[in-house]
Structures are given as C-alpha cells and as structure tokens.
C-alpha cells in the first residue's frame, strides 16, 4: 500500500526484489515500460506482458504488419532514461519478442516477451501461459467488489490499514477452511452434469460472523465452528460450466462508496 502519488510500475519493482533466477513474471498491459523490463532481466528472470499496440513505435509496426511474431529493440524514453540512470541501469534498448495472439472473441492481442528462442519457447504456448493470469483478475474481482477493500471506514492512515488487513485476513482464513471442503465437494458433484466449485462470494459471507467467534471462543468450540462452517461450504458451490465467455463492458467508472453512508452488511 501507498499514496495514490506512487505508480504502480514504482510499486511491483519494489516486489520485483523477491523474484529469483529464472522466474517469470505475467504482467498486464498496464506495466510494461523499458526501464521495468531491464529490472526484471536485471535479476535473471523473464516477463511476457500484454502490451497496447499503440505503445512503442515498433509495437505499431508489428500490429500493422499482421506478422505472428517478431524480434525487436525497444528503445527507452527520456523517463525510461532518467529511472534506468536511478537504478544504475545501461540506457540501452532492450531485446524483445512480440507475439500476436487472436482470442476466441477475433480481438488481435500483442504480446511481448523476454523468451526470445522460437525453438525453446514456440508461439503457440502464449496463448495457454497468459491465460494463467485470469485467476489474479477474478481474485480482484472478489477484493474490490465482493469484500469492498477499498471501502474505507475512515480516513486516517491507521484506519486504511486496519480496513485492508482484516478484509485480506476473512479472505485467507474463508480459503483456507474451503480448501479441507474442495474433495468433498468434488466428491459430491460426480453424479451431476457438471463439476461444482465452492461459491466462493457466498463463503465469504457465511465466515462474516463466524470470525468473531472464532476469536472468542474456547479450542474445543473453535474446531466445532469450523467443521460447521465447513459443512456449510459443501453445500454452497456452483458448477462449473466450460466454454462461457462474456464480452468485457467498458464503462465509465463511477464512485462507488460513500463514507456518508455506512454499509450494513
């Protein structure tokens, strides 16, 4: 967490610290910067990242040239400059892959990459890999629309953190009780049509109260309630229906909280 002032290229270099040799970072399209790309090579890892062809020069060239894949120099922009000089980077351009993946809905996706060895690493597995970031976005999903994580009860800086943390803490605690529920629950889901999951919004709202008592109750009663609450979860799951896809709504996005006006949930 940090003032709205820090860019949230600033704040995953800071995480990038902790990547290690031959790691591989999935980035959205919202991160890519030269100077960024040297941190992570910097630190022997490797990136792919969605990229706007609007972005570089060299990004719309590809786009326009309706190749599958290319190799190319992104060359760094006087910020890029100035933060590779802070970090003690090298200005020099950087060696990138670019792969064009066309998704099911027939929309051109740019992909760019430090995996430049067609041989090792062929086009065709960067569909399935950046697929892997899906699970991420629908975890935002739950922070910021089924907890409210930036639903704030006040506004000093002790009070942020207060609210971030415990909504982070019911997360973890709603997912670990649900993982002793996950055979059971495909155990009971053999017979129907479809494999069902845990309903994880409605888990979240089941623990709500339960968390209260777990801190206040005896060992004895704590294993009791989860085994209850664990039982509940069994029975709150949803199929998994293959092959649904929904195009995304771009809107204009609007406050969504009031401090005014407390939630009762």
Known sequence: MAPKSEGERELAAFQFLKLQPHDLILLDRGYPAHWLFKAVMSL???FCARISYKRWSAIKKFYKSGKPEAIVQIHPTGVSKQKCREMDFDTASVTVRLIRVTLDSGETEILVTSLIDQKVYPKDLFKVLYQRRWPVEEDYKTLKYRLQIENFS???VHSVYQDFHAKVFSKNLTAVI????????IKKSEDLKYT???NFAQALAKMKDTIVMLFNSSRKKR???V???SEIFIQTTEAIRPNRKYPRRHRVKQ???YLEYKTTC
């Open 178 to 185: 649900a993982t002793t529920s996950r055979e059971e629950i």
């Open 154 to 156: 006040g506004k000093i």
């Open 196 to 198: 069902h999951q845990l």
């Open 255 to 257: 406050t969504r909280f």
């Open 223 to 225: 294993i009791k309630y």
């Open 44 to 46: 022997g890892a490797q």
């Open 227 to 229: 085994e209850q609450i």
